[in-house]
Structure formats: C-alpha cells, structure tokens
C-alpha cells in the first residue's frame, strides 16, 4: 500500500521471502506494501543467498505453497475468476444485443448486416463455451447426485448347497490338477445337475381338463 511506513522487521521479511522464491508482488501482497516499496527494500537490503537460515526459508516455502494451493485458497481464486468470467460474459452480450438491434438491415446494407451477424454468432458462441467452462454445470450436477445403495441379498444355504458347493470345489481342484479327464468332468457335471432336479421339492401338479 503506498504510503504505509515502513518497518525494519518488514524490510527482513521482505529478505526472507525473496531467498525462499516469492516475487515481487506476492512480497508486496504478503506485507501488504506497495511492489515500488518492496523493491526498495530489498535495493537497500538485498538478499543474500544463504544469508538467512534455512529454517526461515522451509518455513516462508511451505506458507507460500500453502497460500497458493490450499483447498480454500484455490477455490476463492476460482469462484473470483469465474465471477469476473460471468460479468464480462453479461457485458459482451448485453453489446451484442444493442449492436443487433442497431443493425441497418435496408437492401443497401444486406451484406454488411449479414458479416455482423456472422461475427455476433461467433461470438455468442465463444460467450457459450466460456460460460460451460466457468460453470460446469454437468459436473456439478454429477456431484450432487447421490447413488443409491446397493441391495445386500442374504441368501442362507440349504445342507444340499453347501454339498453342492463342496463337490463343484472338489471337481474344480482336481480339474486344475489335471486328475480329471474331458469325459469325467461332463459326468460330474450331468451328476451335479441330476442330484439338483432330484432335491428340488416336489410340486403339486394341477389336473385340468378341458371340457
């Protein structure tokens, strides 16, 4: 800020930061003095490298990576972008709507009516995918929706599925062992399916006749 005196712990912040890789303006902003001020101090107090500890410097590093990437930090620079995004986008279309509605559209004056409106949808559609990339509205929809749950089934085994379970295990480690042949294994498959129609329970067959 112009004007603001100075201090002699500003002009060895201004050192410390310098040496742990902060620039101009953000020695400025972090010391709230103006960028001709912060190049002052560091004209009559320049930094020297290795001049400070390095305690200072890891320490000035992490609060700048801190500032600068921090999940709060970040989305205030975003949203402020985006807004300002927005504004212009209303201004440029707001003077496209006066430069339409200006238009001399006489037979004299066809062709250059139609250049500008050739130019003015061009740029209502540069507005268009500035706004989608400003606001990703889709993305924000995905990430308010909220799946559903999925359904947990709890099937409890009957004696004949845990047998079932047992002799498909017992056929598939001797298949992997290679202990049964091609003929075996459709056996022991057209035996699985027998003794599974075999334990089914018996329907009540309905007579109906027919008159």
């Known amino acids: 800020m112009a004007g603001k005196k100075k201090t002699p712990d500003q002009a060895v912040q201004a050192v410390v930061l310098r040496e742990a890789g902060y620039s101009l303006p953000a020695i400025a902003a972090q010391l709230e003095i103006s960028v001709s001020t912060t190049q002052r ?3 009559r107090h320049p930094a020297v490298v290795g001049a ?7 320490k000035a590093r992490e609060e700048l990576i801190n500032s600068v990437f921090g999940l709060e930090s970040v989305q205030l620079v975003a949203a402020s972008l985006a807004a300002g995004e927005l504004s212009a986008l209303d201004l440029i279309r707001l003077r496209l709507t006066e430069a339409i509605e200006s238009l001399d559209t006489s037979t004299a004056n066809a062709p250059l009516a139609c250049r500008a409106l050739a130019a003015c949808a061009t740029t209502l559609r540069l507005t268009q995918e500035v706004g989608r990339k400003a606001l990703p509205l889709e993305k924000l929809g995905q990430a308010l929706e909220t799946d559903e749950l999925p359904e947990l089934i709890i099937h409890v ?3 004949q599925d845990v047998l079932d379970m047992r002799a498909e295990q017992r ?4 298949e992997m062992n290679g202990e049964l042949n091609d003929d075996e294994i459709q056996n022991e498959i057209w035996r699985q399916h027998k003794l599974g129609l075999l334990n089914k329970p018996e329907l009540d067959d309905d ?5």
């Not at 400070?52 to 890891?58: C, F, N, S």
């Not at 056929?171 to 001797?174: Q, S, T, W």
């Open 41 to 43: 101090l560091l004209k």
């Open 52 to 58: 400070t500890t390095q305690a200072l410097i890891a």
């Open 157 to 159: 085994m009957t004696e």
């Open 171 to 174: 056929r598939y480690d001797a």
């Open 207 to 211: 007579i109906i006749e027919e008159s």
